[in-house]
Each structure stands twice: as C-alpha cells, then as structure tokens.
C-alpha cells in the first residue's frame, strides 16, 4: 500500500505564492509520474503539472510559467511552486503518483492523495 499527503494549501491574495508538497510511502519500489490534479465543483480533475521519474515535466496551459514543479527520487517527495497566483488556480488540488510496489513491481499502480483546498481571493 502507498499513502500520499499533501501539505501547503491554504488561502492566499491573488498575486501571492503558494509551495504544495506530497511525500510518498509505504510498499514503493519505484514511483515514476507525479504531480498534482486540481478539481473545481462539477467538473472533472484536470491536470495541473506533472514530472516523470527522470525529471521531464508537464504544465497545463494556466500555470504553465507560473509554476514549477520538482521531485526528490531519494525521498519520494514531490514539490509544486506556484507564483502569480489568480482567483481561477481555485480549487481542490490532489497529489497523484504511478507507483510501482515492492511486492509487483512488474506493475504499475494509479495512486491519489487526499487533495487540498487551495483558494485565492482576488
């Protein structure tokens, strides 16, 4: 089994920072894509950023610029910057990993964190 949890949501003032962080444990023998999904009220979980295990990186168009994301392979964490931050970065963030177990690690599990509120007041 793998737990994720995530820290640093919070409110903020539109134009502000914020720093998410996920750590990663439990039964992990290689965790490969990370990153963060964010959902907004009636709608799906889109993607926010996401880095692969030899550090490529993927932003979605809104925060692409804004944002940086990073991963310590060593400690199984996984950290997301996020400046200029506006009203439409509102919304649940979930920390979301691709982990290969220690007991399967011919497989590849869909991991979610719990998610964090994240709101920016303009």
């Known amino acids: 089994q793998v737990t994720l949890v995530e820290a640093g949501g919070g409110l903020v003032q539109a134009g502000g920072s914020l720093r998410l962080s996920c750590a990663a444990s439990g039964s992990i023998f290689r965790i490969n894509d990370i990153g963060w999904y964010r959902q907004t009220p009636g709608n799906q979980r889109d993607l926010v950023a996401i880095?692969?295990?030899?550090?490529?990186?993927n932003y979605a168009d809104s925060v692409k610029g804004r944002s940086t994301i990073s991963r310590d392979n060593a400690k199984n964490t996984m950290t997301l910057q996020m400046n200029s931050l506006k009203p439409e970065d509102t919304g649940i963030y979930y920390c979301?990993?691709?982990?290969?177990?220690?007991?399967?690690?011919?497989?590849?599990?869909?991991?979610w964190g719990q998610g964090t509120q994240v709101t920016v007041s303009s």
């Open positions: 880095i692969s295990s030899s550090g490529s990186t």
């Open positions: 979301y990993a691709q982990v290969q177990l220690l007991t399967q690690p011919q497989f590849t599990y869909q991991w």
